[in-house]
């Protein structure tokens, strides 16, 4: 039952990655993704993307595939010991699909999914690896050291070159984000002070 949860997630993010133009020049879809173990941990944040209902976009296939998914994923705590304080840890949300914890392995890309409700700022924070995030649903301000902000809404992508601080924030409306990595993957983030 598991494998398949993550198989059809895989199917639709690898069809979802493929037809967007954007990611595919970014980083194509990896070719030498292989199935792993999941150590399922879960945090409030699978909670609260549980109950959400503020999305005012239709649903689409890789946005229910990654909540369903979401009941069996190793969720990141990724600044706990850090200052950043309970209510983002409490809210913010983010699992691992390709990669370190993730249900499939690859060395060409990692891919997460970021879910965060409404008035909730993720703070500067920084990393080696190049990421490009294309929102799945709802919307938010990205922010990047040196560019302009830009509010993105469904079907808009942002990227972020090898350690260029940003941070994003959501207002009235949560956001999901499929995130991708071409490289840098041993090294996590860090918030930028």
């Not at 895989?10 to 037809?19: G, I």
């Not at 850090?82 to 983010?94: A, K």
């Not at 994003?168 to 090294?187: C, H, K, Q």
Request: charged fraction near 25%; include cysteine; glycine fraction near 8%.
């Amino acid at each position: 039952m598991a494998r398949e949860v993550w198989d059809r997630l895989l199917a639709e993010a690898k069809a979802m990655h493929e037809a967007d133009e954007a990611l595919t020049e970014f980083c194509p879809f990896p070719d030498d993704v292989t199935p792993q173990e999941v150590s399922y941990f879960q945090i409030p944040p699978h909670d609260l993307l549980i109950e959400e209902t503020g999305f005012a976009d239709p649903e689409t296939p890789i946005r229910r595939a990654f909540i369903d998914a979401g009941a069996l994923a190793k969720w990141r705590e990724t600044y706990k010991g850090t200052d950043i304080g309970d209510d983002f840890m409490n809210r913010f949300g983010c699992y691992c699909l390709i990669g370190e914890g993730g249900a499939f392995q690859s060395d060409q890309m990692a891919a997460w999914v970021v879910y965060m409700p409404p008035h909730l700022h993720y703070p500067w924070h920084h990393h080696p690896g190049e990421e490009m995030y294309r929102v799945i649903g709802g919307e938010g301000r990205f922010m990047r050291k040196g560019m302009p902000d830009e509010w993105l809404k469904t079907g808009d992508a942002c990227e972020h070159a090898s350690n260029q601080p940003h941070a994003l924030d959501t207002e009235d409306s949560p956001i999901m984000a499929y995130v991708v990595w071409r490289n840098g993957f041993e090294t996590p983030p860090v918030l930028t002070h």
